[in-house]
């Protein structure tokens, strides 16, 4: 019996370690465009009845995404809203800390951050036409947990980034 127990001790130390290792070690390569061979990516787009400006704005205004996307929380912005920042923020049960990669008012916001066994690239493109806005997102994701879990995290990403579409659009849509 304390052979079985110490046996499956060893294999949750080995987990642990390797985890940590896999956290510690792992590299991911930052980039203004997503990984087109992550095993996790997709592309959503929406029209929007309100001019870029505020589309932009309100995807820029960070430490309110939650006053009216309820699949973030705690979005805080460290400094102000321009390339090389960060933000940390929830989303999915997971702890993501983020760095602005692309900043280009009323046109584009990108970031890449890392959370838990996972490494996103995210871009947002505003195109305004006849006083609609085409939001357009595209996101890749990779790390081990990905790898390890992928037709969840596709599943998920896409129905985050919908929702989050969905949302933009009430809220830019009010008066």
Aim: charged content about 20%; hydrophobic content about 40%.
């Amino acid at each position: 019996m304390k052979m079985l127990v110490y046996s499956f001790l060893l294999l949750i130390g080995l987990l642990v370690i390797t985890i940590i290792g896999l956290e510690v070690f792992t590299s991911y390569t930052v980039s203004e465009s997503i990984n087109e061979k992550a095993p996790v990516k997709t592309y959503q787009e929406i029209t929007i009845n309100a001019p870029a400006q505020k589309v932009y704005h309100i995807m820029s205004d960070i430490d309110h995404w939650e006053d009216w996307h309820s699949d973030v929380k705690d979005p805080k912005l460290s400094g102000p809203f321009r390339k090389g920042s960060s933000f940390d923020w929830k989303s999915g049960g997971l702890t993501i800390h983020s760095t602005l990669h692309t900043v280009l008012p009323e046109h584009r916001i990108g970031w890449s951050g890392k959370a838990f066994g996972a490494f996103a690239i995210h871009n947002w493109s505003f195109i305004e036409h006849e006083g609609k806005t085409t939001v357009k997102v595209e996101e890749s994701m990779e790390g081990w947990l990905v790898s390890l879990l992928s037709n969840t995290f596709q599943k998920g990403l896409e129905s985050s980034l919908q929702i989050w579409l969905k949302n933009l659009k009430v809220k830019a849509e009010k008066k």
